[in-house]
């Protein structure tokens, strides 16, 4: 039993430092509950030197613009139409660049369970490496080279073109395939943070 607690706490630990967070920054005095309408401005994707296309996928940017606009929905804010000007400018920034991280290795194998007695008609695995751990299972840890993707979404206000409000994300993109459906999250994310209020 104490054997499991210590490896449930282990995968916890893991997987809260591998969760990203969303950084906020926002200026001082702005009355965000005014912003009812919104509307695009330009959006850039940015590479080092990536020249695969599908970092400049439109399909990835409706998937994105799609998750935005439902969240910016939910608060009760509405994108603008005709020639109607809208209360705040939205834009997002995409960059993927070459990142680094150092990874454990895995256990060496066998270590968990190197031996199973039997107990009432069955076999109970025994892992002894709880406790006694020889230098030979310590498989120590390496550099793991990964693609990183950041997301910055900014809130322009439209009668002063003052950026007021700026989220960001950054989490592995290794996969360009799920581009769009990751940063897609990432927006969800950063836009749960915005201030106004859900109607």
Excluded at 158 to 180: C, E, K, M, Q, Y
């Amino acid at each position: 039993m104490k054997l499991s607690i210590s490896a449930l706490c282990l995968l916890l630990i893991g997987w809260l430092s591998s969760c990203s967070s969303v950084n906020v920054q926002e200026k001082q005095g702005v009355n965000f509950s005014r912003f009812r309408t919104y509307d695009w401005a330009k959006t850039d994707v940015k590479t080092t030197g990536d020249a695969n296309p599908i970092y400049k996928s439109s399909l990835a940017d409706e998937m994105i613009q799609t998750a935005m606009g439902q969240e910016l929905n939910a608060r009760g804010i509405r994108q603008v139409t005709g020639n109607a000007k809208p209360d705040f400018y939205i834009t997002y920034h995409l960059y993927v660049e070459d990142a680094e991280r150092t990874v454990s290795n895995p256990p060496a194998a066998g270590f968990a369970y190197p031996y199973a007695v039997s107990y009432r008609g069955g076999f109970l695995p025994i892992n002894y490496g709880y406790w006694y751990s020889p230098a030979y299972f310590n498989t120590g840890y390496r550099t793991e080279e990964y693609k990183e993707g950041t997301m910055i979404v900014d809130i322009i206000d439209a009668s002063t073109n003052d950026l007021v409000w700026r989220g960001s994300i950054a989490d592995p993109v290794n996969n360009p395939a799920s581009f769009g459906k990751q940063f897609s999250e990432s927006a969800r994310d950063i836009l749960d943070k915005f201030p106004a209020q859900k109607s």
